[in-house]
């Protein structure tokens, strides 16, 4: 079963029908994210950990704001 590309933007992130850009689920692998946002995102866990998990421990409300305070 092949996988459907979403409808991206200019900035080339991918959109909700609404054009709304997506939200990573809380339940992506943090190696998938890595895959993504390179090796040494979020260190010190485990890669079998998920972005809820991440999220949780730092207090952080969403993939974008963990990113935000971690640059």
Do not use: Q, V
Request: glycine share 12%.
């Amino acid at each position: 079963m092949a996988r459907e590309r979403c409808s991206t933007g200019l900035d080339e992130r991918c959109r909700d029908d609404n054009g709304t850009i997506r939200r990573k689920r809380s339940d992506t692998l943090i190696g998938t994210l890595r895959g993504e946002y390179g090796e040494n995102f979020a260190a010190g866990m485990r890669s079998d950990a998920t972005l809820g998990t991440l999220l949780e421990r730092t207090g952080a409300e969403s993939l974008a704001e963990f990113l935000r305070h971690k640059k």
